[in-house]
């Protein structure tokens, strides 16, 4: 996420502040000085840092939990209205997908558990008082923890209640439309709280029902997307006309290849094996200096990946974007087959995500 800045690491875990999040610290700090002086203004400064760490104990929670699953999280995220755990692989089976979920909820309880106890010896009247106010610091905590675990519930996905609604709908029907069933229902709220939000007048819900409307549009894109990535194999999209070179062929010869086809990368194949790969890059290098009437075999890349027809599309758009590479060959055993490219996942990516599950059986089965 971009315009954010970066608090540090925790088990690999980048973890972030956005910088809304700061303009919204510095807004009350400065309101609240402007109103009832400096030590009120610190004082709000202090209750609102200790909700986000509540919040960020939230994510954590979330966290904790996916690397338990072996599910790997890139970072969180501290907005104006809350967390945000980037996952880097989704949980597809519904039983860990309610257990990540829940945990976030869970930790807020945990923490209202033990301030209501502290609150039940240190000032028990503020216990059934249930108003956030820089004035009684541990009760504000205590009710801020019940309300974020409560709020998170609400099955408005992709609030963490909608998550829990998304797996137990996806252990019924098809991934996707549970999915689709799930951002539906999030709609519903979030056009709830941004109504709720205008007749009370309360703006901070109708900044999060925006919120949650587009975070659901986003999310259920991801999902499908990914969906799309581990159902389709290379030999549903790979490339199949594609030119190749020998070791032994001049540069002029990949020159011409590369002038009247709109390939880029060039496999290099030896008596039916791959050898190396030549990229447009590596032939402009290779015009560029001296070597312009060396072989391929000279200047052709011997870095790189092969895959096989029947990987997924998951597992090559890791490859090629985790190794920086442009092309992977394909093979079936060992003779190539055919070619994927960064730039052909993409727009099979943009085509496939518009389709169901059942178009790809349909497809297959006609080929
Ligand atoms: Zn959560």
């Known amino acids: 996420m971009r315009w954010a800045l970066q608090l540090g690491h925790l088990y690999g875990i980048s973890i972030r502040i956005h910088f ?67 996952l880097e692989d989704l949980p597809r089976d519904p039983r860990q997908e309610i257990a990540i979920a829940l945990a976030g909820p869970a930790a807020n309880f945990v923490l209202a558990l033990w301030l209501g106890v502290l609150l039940l010896v240190v000032a028990p009247g503020d216990l059934l008082r249930p ?18 675990g409560v709020f998170n519930l609400i099955p408005a996905y992709p609030l963490d209640g909608g998550r829990v609604l998304r797996a137990w709908l996806a252990a019924r029907m098809d991934y996707i439309d549970a999915t689709r069933r799930a951002v539906s229902v999030g709609h519903f709220f979030s056009l709830l709280f941004m109504l709720v ?24 894109r991801i999902a499908v997307l990914q969906s799309a990535l581990e159902r389709i194999y290379l030999e549903d999209v790979m490339l199949t006309e594609f030119q190749r070179l020998a070791p032994s062929d001049s540069l002029f010869d990949a020159l011409d290849r590369a002038l009247h086809s709109l390939q880029d990368d060039f496999p290099v194949v030896a008596e039916g094996r791959v050898v190396g790969v030549l990229t447009r890059g590596g032939l402009l290098r290779a015009f560029a200096g001296q070597g312009w009437n060396n072989s391929v075999q000279a200047v052709m890349s011997t870095r790189f990946e092969v895959a096989q027809r029947r990987d997924t599309l998951a597992s090559a758009f890791r490859t090629l974007t985790g190794r920086g590479l442009s092309v992977i060959p394909v093979l079936e055993g060992e003779t190539l087959v055919g070619i994927v490219t960064l730039q052909n996942l993409l727009y099979s990516i943009a085509f496939l995500s518009r389709k169901s599950a059942a178009d790809f059986e349909v497809l297959r089965r006609a080929r």
């Open 197 to 220: 939000g205008l007749v009370v007048w309360q703006p901070w819900l109708v900044v999060i029902g925006l919120f949650v409307f587009w975070a659901a549009l986003a999310e259920e």
């Open 20 to 86: 809304t999040f700061l303009f919204l610290l510095a807004f009350l700090f400065l309101v609240s000085v402007a109103a009832h002086g400096w030590l009120a203004g610190l004082r709000s400064l202090l209750l609102l840092s200790l909700v986000f760490v509540c919040v960020l104990l939230h994510e954590l929670a979330h966290s904790y939990v996916s690397l338990r699953y072996g599910l790997r999280v890139r970072s969180i995220t501290l907005l104006p209205i809350g967390g945000l755990a980037m």
């Open 131 to 148: 108003v956030v106010s820089s004035e009684v610091l541990l009760g504000s905590l205590f009710w801020s923890n019940l309300y974020i």
